[in-house]
């Protein structure tokens, strides 16, 4: 962990370049609140950035069953063709991978910036004080900072068997983790900006950056993260949104195990 310093500008990144595969369309142009799932994250991050790269598929496309699926029948209302950004957003097109897409938003960041934020289209309900506290960690010295849950049900490892007679497989139970010793991992990310860029310089492709970076030997902090912080994959998950989005615009929304209490993490 680096000693606290003054860094430069904050600029986040926000990922909706995905395909919405296992959602069934590009999720991150459905409704939320009379807005596209995009435009919830950007509008979170303002606050707490300089500035804003949004990194955009080249095509927006969903079928009309997906739209009014998502829509609860509504369709025609689920999903916005169209999205302005507000004044400054800068937007680039993706990569076929995650990884090229953050690549993507990092040749639009500013080499000055001195913290990035990446986060995505599927965590629409992340506070702007959740930005804030994951910058605020890394202004404070931390290389990265997550925000994290604890875990409130059991997890256990799972491995696929074959079935009685060699019929299809299933799972079946194996060892339980210590729920003390995991969290569960929301967006935002923070980075200092030198670190973020020479993991990805060193790294072909990778699903999470936090993990690139520790891997590098940064110290990843987690922070408290937000119960109502939900990842958005499919159109059940948009419906909860729908339903928690009230609460976290009247200032309901809360972290999970009090301000101040970080884990670090390699």
Do not use: C
Not at 61 to 66: G, I, K, M, R, S
Not at 89 to 107: C, E, H, K, P
Not at 123 to 130: F, G, I, M, R, Y
Not at 228 to 249: G, Q, S, W
């Amino acid at each position: 962990m680096a000693e606290p310093a003054s860094l430069g500008p904050v600029w986040t990144i926000v990922l909706a370049a995905g395909g919405g595969t296992r959602f069934g369309g590009r999720k991150q142009f459905f409704d939320l609140g009379g807005e596209p799932l995009v435009a919830h994250p950007v509008a979170a991050a303002s606050p707490a950035s300089d500035g804003i790269v949004v990194v955009t598929p080249a095509v927006a496309d969903v079928t009309p069953a997906v739209a009014e699926q998502a829509a609860g029948g509504a369709a025609g209302r689920a999903y916005h063709t169209t999205w302005t950004p507000p004044p400054g957003v800068r937007i680039v097109d993706g990569g076929a991978t995650r990884a090229q897409s953050v690549r993507a938003g990092l040749a639009g960041v500013p080499l000055d910036a001195g913290i990035i934020v990446i986060t995505d289209a599927a965590h629409p309900l992340a506070t702007a004080a959740l930005y804030r506290r994951v910058v605020d960690e890394v202004r404070a010295g931390a290389d990265a900072a997550v925000p994290g849950l604890q875990l409130t049900e059991v997890v256990k490892q799972a491995r696929p068997v074959a079935g009685p007679g060699g019929a299809g497989a299933r799972l079946v139970a194996g060892a339980s983790l210590a729920r003390e010793e995991h969290r569960l991992v929301q967006t935002p990310h923070a980075f200092r900006a030198d670190l973020l860029r020479a993991a990805h310089a060193r790294a072909d492709e990778a699903v999470e950056d936090s993990a690139m970076v520790a891997a590098a030997g940064g110290q990843v902090v987690i922070v408290p993260g937000e119960p109502a912080n939900i990842h958005v994959t499919t159109p059940d998950e948009l419906a909860m949104a729908r339903l928690l989005l009230t609460h976290v615009r009247s200032g309901g929304e809360h972290d999970e195990f009090g301000a101040g209490r970080v884990h670090a993490v390699r």
